[in-house]
């Protein structure tokens, strides 16, 4: 079972989720804007609306919590106007400046015309605080899932993805840090046995496949050589790009990272090796009309995946002490996850082993 799987079986859990995550404490005599417990225990209905009165912005009342865990995103109905989307940031997971990075990197991008979705900015800030909250407002913008199996659609999304890049490789950030084995895969995997999340029986096995995995992903990255890194959007998967009759734009800068540019292109890919190469030339297809791509790059896919599947299990593991979490996620920290989890990285162990894709 990957991780897409998993996601379908959540996605009937996330309203409950989503809707406890914010009830608050029941019969609570404290603020209801004053952080207590976990976080965003507090961050009840009243909280989010009043944070947007804060800002000299009249709400109707209308509240809608969005799929959304890392951080709390809620639609929010306005007097005048179209709804609004609020996100409040986690707490402690962030810095402002990194926070500030990434707002000023989407508005870049947004200023040269490129369909992504920027922080507005409301009385000269994108980043506002509340009652210990930090907080961003943006425009809703619709939109579908995109056709990933459409060439055309492909080659479209490419060549956005190659101006997104463009831009992000004009300066580095200096706030938020790289895409790398370090974090996403030593880290993580140390996380997960230092805090015993492994059953006993199973952590010999994890820790044996783990660092197998490692050694690969380190051996990936030393075949492909150095490569240039940038901004990135990070987390470019279908979900993120959200489709109109007008093309694609693009949502949820969240973990933008410096990283290789192909960390923005593999997680567009699905099915067998054959169709892979073919949804991956119809890509590059678009991108190299405003990007050089090395075929180098293509080395970093299996790895890049490897340390995907690290740091998700260890994001869940960091996570869960959030109310949302457990709901949301039952089937984490059984015994047939990690089971699931050694075999899946045994797998990728083999997968790295194996020519990368021919471009």
């Known amino acids: 079972m990957n991780q897409d799987d998993y996601d379908d079986e959540a996605a009937d859990a996330r309203a409950a989720a989503l809707a406890a995550a914010m009830a608050g404490p029941p019969d609570s005599t404290v603020d209801q804007c004053q952080p207590v417990a976990h976080p965003y225990s507090a961050l009840t209905p009243d909280c989010v609306l009043d944070a947007l009165e804060s800002l000299g912005i009249h709400s109707d009342g209308r509240l809608l919590a969005l799929n959304s865990y890392e951080n709390r995103v809620y639609q929010v109905g306005v007097e005048e106007g179209a709804p609004l989307v609020l996100k409040f940031y986690r707490p402690q997971r962030w810095s402002d400046a990194a926070i500030l990075e990434e707002h000023a990197f989407t508005r870049e991008l947004a200023e040269r015309e490129i369909p992504v979705v920027p922080a507005q900015v409301l009385n000269g800030q994108t980043l506002h605080h509340y009652q210990g909250f930090r907080f961003a407002v943006f425009a809703r913008h619709g939109g579908r899932a995109p056709e990933l199996g459409d060439p055309q659609v492909l080659e479209w999304t490419g060549r956005f993805i190659a101006r997104i890049h463009a831009v992000g490789a004009r300066q580095a950030y200096t706030e938020r840090p790289a895409l790398d084995i370090a974090s996403f895969g030593h880290a993580s995997c140390a996380f997960l ?13 994890y820790a044996s496949v ?84 090395s075929p180098r790059q293509m080395h970093l896919v299996e790895a890049l995946r490897t340390l995907r599947l690290m740091h998700y299990s260890a994001w869940l593991a960091r996570r869960w002490d959030d109310p949302a979490f457990p709901l949301a996620f039952p089937w984490f920290n059984t015994q047939q996850y990690w089971q699931d989890r050694i075999l899946e990285l045994r797998e990728q162990v083999a997968l790295m082993d194996e020519p990368p894709l021919a471009i």
């Open 193 to 205: 046995q230092e805090r015993r999340f492994i059953p006993p029986d199973l952590a010999a096995a």
């Open 210 to 293: 783990s660092q197998l995995a490692l050694d690969g992903v380190q051996r990936c990255y030393e075949r492909a050589g150095a490569l240039p890194q940038l901004r990135l959007h990070g987390d470019c998967h279908g979900g993120n790009v959200l489709w109109t009759d007008a093309g694609p734009h693009f949502v949820d800068f969240d973990d933008s990272r410096m990283g290789p540019a192909v960390q923005d292109l593999w997680m567009m890919l699905s099915g067998e090796r054959s169709e892979q190469l073919r949804q991956m030339g119809d890509i590059l297809t678009g991108y190299e009309d405003f990007c050089e791509f």
